[in-house]
């Protein structure tokens, strides 16, 4: 399969998390901790209903698969998936009390640093390889990063704590690759609904009646959580973790302009240079895929991700 489909998947998945704000700001007088309940418990519903009505002879398929491996094999597909679960849930609840109770900006800058957190650990961890314009587009990262920290000590704090959560289930979904990836994220999802269940009764807020609560949540499950989590999960199948890493500057970018034109928060001169200089790291570090497509003139083929 042409690699085309792989990296559409991975920026469709952070182009439309970049509008997340839209979706999860009227919900800020909410306490963040519920948002993280209904979201995970309604996702779950929703993706067992979606794989029991439509998706049987896949899950049979990856049951069969699932007993043919090792008991090596079958070890190391269940501790990825769980582990993931746990770095899944752990990174929404951090990004919902930043966006809602800290600053579209932190929230913006958590997923500035996220590349670059995902690049360094899969170059540790998974071996990944580099070449030397993708270093020098992580070090142009880097420094973006320290300048959008100076004198934001609290946006960095929580944005760095929210980038390692995303960056570490990034790199240990990469080497999830035998079951079903939609499947995975299912189980990955009822995984954190188990842990989060015994909590609910005593640190949940009132059941929620308004009307918005519901049909903002509605738009998250389905918008901001199954199809992006699928297709970020899509595109870990045909390219790496440093790659799919990177397409995360997509997301911080539109929720920086939102940031500025639709919340009107205040930004500095110093914040949209530290942003002009993460578009520049992003054509270094893809310079190979665009050069290779200019000097070959094939266009980019918006391709079927099924």
Same mark, same amino acid.
């Given at each position: 399969?042409?690699?085309?489909?792989?990296?559409?998947?991975?920026?469709?998945?952070?182009?439309?998390?970049?509008?997340?704000?839209?979706?999860?700001?009227?919900?800020?007088? !909410?306490?963040?901790?519920?948002?993280?309940?209904?979201?995970?418990? /309604?996702?779950?519903?929703?993706?067992?209903?979606?794989?029991?009505?439509? &998706?049987?002879?896949?899950?049979?398929?990856?049951?069969?698969?699932?007993?043919?491996?090792?008991?090596?094999?079958?070890?190391?597909?269940?501790?990825?998936?769980?582990?993931?679960?746990?770095?899944?849930?752990?990174?929404?609840?951090?990004?919902?009390?930043?966006?809602?109770?800290?600053?579209?900006?932190? *929230?913006?800058? %958590?997923?500035?640093?996220?590349?670059?957190?995902?690049?360094?650990?899969?170059?540790?961890?998974?071996?990944?390889?580099?070449?030397?314009?993708?270093?020098? *587009?992580?070090?142009? =990262?880097?420094?973006?990063?320290?300048?959008?920290?100076?004198?934001?000590?609290?946006?960095?704090?929580?944005?760095?704590?929210? *980038?390692?959560?995303?960056?570490? !289930?990034?790199?240990?979904?990469?080497?999830?690759?035998?079951?079903?990836?939609?499947?995975?994220?299912?189980?990955?999802?009822? /995984?954190?609904?188990?842990?989060?269940?015994?909590?609910?009764?005593? !640190?949940?807020?009132?059941?929620?009646?308004? %009307?918005?609560? !519901?049909?903002?949540?509605?738009?998250?499950?389905?918008?901001?959580?199954?199809?992006?989590?699928?297709?970020?999960?899509?595109?870990?199948?045909?390219?790496?973790?440093?790659?799919?890493?990177?397409?995360?500057?997509?997301?911080?970018?539109?929720?920086?302009?939102?940031?500025?034109?639709?919340?009107?928060?205040?930004?500095?001169?110093?914040?949209?240079?530290?942003?002009?200089?993460?578009?520049? =790291?992003?054509?270094?570090?893809?310079?190979?895929?665009?050069? =290779? &497509?200019? %000097?070959?003139?094939?266009?980019?083929?918006? %391709?079927?991700?099924?």
């Amino acid at each position: 399969m042409k690699p085309n489909k792989f990296y559409l998947a991975a920026f469709s998945a952070f182009f439309i998390w970049g509008f997340f704000s839209l979706a999860l700001k009227p919900l800020h007088n !909410y306490p963040s901790l519920d948002i993280l309940f209904y979201r995970v418990f /309604f996702s779950v519903v929703l993706m067992i209903i979606i794989n029991v009505a439509f &998706r049987r002879k896949i899950i049979l398929q990856n049951w069969n698969h699932f007993n043919a491996m090792t008991a090596k094999q079958k070890q190391s597909v269940t501790i990825l998936t769980l582990v993931g679960g746990v770095f899944l849930s752990s990174n929404w609840f951090v990004f919902i009390y930043v966006m809602n109770h800290v600053s579209v900006k932190a *929230a913006s800058l %958590a997923y500035m640093i996220c590349p670059i957190l995902t690049t360094i650990l899969a170059f540790f961890v998974l071996k990944e390889k580099l070449s030397k314009w993708q270093w020098f *587009a992580v070090m142009i =990262s880097a420094l973006s990063c320290v300048l959008l920290s100076l004198n934001h000590f609290e946006d960095i704090f929580y944005s760095l704590v929210t *980038a390692a959560t995303y960056a570490m !289930y990034l790199v240990s979904q990469r080497k999830n690759s035998e079951l079903d990836k939609f499947l995975i994220l299912t189980i990955q999802l009822i /995984f954190t609904a188990i842990i989060l269940l015994p909590f609910y009764p005593n !640190y949940s807020g009132d059941l929620p009646t308004e %009307a918005l609560f !519901y049909s903002c949540l509605l738009v998250i499950v389905v918008f901001f959580t199954i199809i992006p989590l699928f297709l970020n999960l899509y595109a870990l199948k045909g390219i790496n973790s440093s790659a799919v890493g990177i397409m995360i500057y997509v997301n911080p970018i539109i929720g920086f302009l939102l940031a500025i034109f639709y919340y009107h928060e205040n930004v500095s001169t110093l914040q949209l240079f530290s942003y002009f200089l993460i578009m520049i =790291s992003i054509v270094v570090f893809n310079e190979k895929l665009i050069f =290779s &497509r200019k %000097a070959s003139n094939i266009p980019v083929e918006i %391709a079927d991700l099924k």
